[in-house]
């Protein structure tokens, strides 16, 4: 790694190890600190940035990493299907899974970078946070904060490998790709949970209900 890469690296570690409260809020203000050094630097050693702080990584790192590589669309472009597979290695928590799926994974996705085949192969996983990533990477598909227009398709092809998933976390997930997609097309969302009817989970068939008929979860 360059040294000017390793110096940044090693910036961005100290300044998050001396945060008296490391919450979001003063976490992300690390990062945007760092993000003007790493604008003057070419992708791949912004991307070498990235790895680095993704290795033993705390919650902290991780949301520095995926931020500063979704801000550096250079830098995003060398993702693909092995490399999205590196930085989900060891994913285990709720935080940390929605971070990079809404982050970075399902904009790869969404941008051609990560393929529907690699995708899919997390939806069948035994592992339940692959599943969970897979439909969290639905997300960026539709929810337009991210840059998503929509594609029901893609969505629902996910979905469809899911729906009779009953641990917690994949249900929680598939209710909110429904939901995401339901702002845009509620007509495709109906018809889908009208015809897998109690293959769905009921806190499902609930809460994207509540949806379609009054716009909120609950």
Request: proline share 4%; with cysteine.
């Amino acid at each position: 790694m360059p040294e000017s890469a390793l110096e940044i690296v090693s910036a961005i570690r100290l300044d998050l190890a001396s945060l008296s409260q490391p919450n979001a809020g003063a976490v992300r203000r690390v990062g945007g600190s760092h993000c003007k050094a790493l604008k003057s630097q070419p992708p791949k050693t912004v991307y070498r940035v990235v790895c680095s702080l993704l290795e033993n990584a705390t919650w902290a790192h991780r949301v520095i990493a995926w931020e500063l590589l979704a801000s550096n669309n250079d830098a995003f472009k060398l993702l693909n299907d092995r490399e999205a597979e590196k930085m989900s290695e060891g994913l285990d928590d709720w935080p940390s899974v929605d971070l990079f799926g809404v982050t970075v994974l399902g904009q790869a996705w969404r941008e051609g970078l990560v393929t529907d085949r690699k995708i899919h192969s997390w939806a069948k996983s035994s592992d339940r946070w692959r599943r969970r990533l897979a439909l969290v990477a639905t997300v960026p598909l539709n929810i337009q904060s991210r840059g998503g227009t929509g594609d029901a398709k893609r969505t629902l092809d996910v979905c469809r490998l899911l729906v009779q998933d009953r641990d917690d976390m994949v249900v929680k997930a598939l209710s909110w790709a429904l939901r995401e997609l339901a702002k845009r097309d509620p007509e495709v969302v109906s018809r889908f949970v009208k015809a897998e009817g109690d293959r769905l989970a009921p806190r499902v068939r609930r809460e994207v209900g509540n949806k379609l008929r009054t716009g909120r979860k609950n």
